[in-house]
């Protein structure tokens, strides 16, 4: 074949049955992170549906043997951001958004944890909480967070830091005693948030 | 800052978007890579 012509639009070279398969096992952590920038399930999906589709025309500018799910996250991220300065919508207004949704988990007082958690994640700066959720709940290590977000090595290790150490301090989280119980006793006695 | 605070915020980040990372996905994405897969045998050489 003649290296020279071009691909015909929709079938780059990296696109394959063995693309197919990669993609699809990346979905669930795909939601996740579309979710916890959006915290909307209907629009994190349409993310992956976009991502999914930007990841497959392009799959030829992808490294084979590299973090999929990291190229993955970069795709999603770039195409929430662009989205979101077309939208002018605030990512702030996320507070309670999933206050219903955990309902479903099983324990009262895991519950009012994670209320008390999400409030404190949702103060964050959004670059923070960005950076934890890469590093703290998808396990990305910090070059791959970095790479990511496209920063520095160093900036994602201070933005992981500040955030732990803002939870910590919001939720009192001072690691020596029982951390959880001051948190579990003040919502239970209907203390005001934050 | 402890290990036990650390592994704690980890926990909860987790259990926060564990429902999404459980939930069956939605058969949209399954057609939709068969879709995309679709469009490169018509459109490729094979």
Redesign the interface.
């Known amino acids: 074949m003649n290296n020279a012509m071009p691909a015909p639009v929709g079938t780059p070279q990296g696109a394959d049955d063995e693309m197919r398969g990669l993609l699809l096992g990346a979905i669930p952590a795909l939601r996740a992170f579309a979710f916890s920038l959006t915290y909307d399930l209907d629009r994190s999906d349409d993310l992956v549906q976009d991502t999914l589709v930007r990841a497959w025309t392009k799959a030829d500018s992808f490294t084979r043997g590299t973090n999929l799910t990291a190229w993955l996250f970069t795709i999603l991220r770039n195409l929430f951001y662009s989205e979101q300065r077309k939208r002018k919508r605030e990512v702030e207004d996320a507070d309670g958004a999933l206050a219903g949704r955990l309902t479903s988990l099983p324990e009262q007082e895991i519950r009012v944890e994670m209320l008390e958690f999400q409030e404190a994640l949702n103060a964050l700066p959004f670059s923070q909480r960005e950076a934890l959720v890469l590093v703290g709940a998808q396990n990305f290590t910090y070059e791959e967070a970095a790479e990511i977000c496209g920063v520095a090595v160093g900036t994602m290790k201070s933005r992981v830091s500040r955030a732990r150490g803002r939870l910590i301090e919001s939720l009192g989280m001072n690691g020596t005693d029982d951390i959880g119980a001051d948190a579990f006793t003040r919502a239970a006695l209907g203390a005001p948030p934050g | ?2 290990v ?3 592994r ?3 926990r ?6 564990a ?5 069956p ?2 058969d ?3 057609a ?2 068969a879709d ?2 679709a ?2 045998t018509t ?3 094979s």
């Open positions: 800052m402890t036990e605070a650390r704690r915020i980890g909860n980040l987790r259990l926060l978007y429902e999404v990372l459980n939930q996905l939605p949209r994405f399954d939709l890579l995309l897969a469009r490169n459109r490729g050489s």
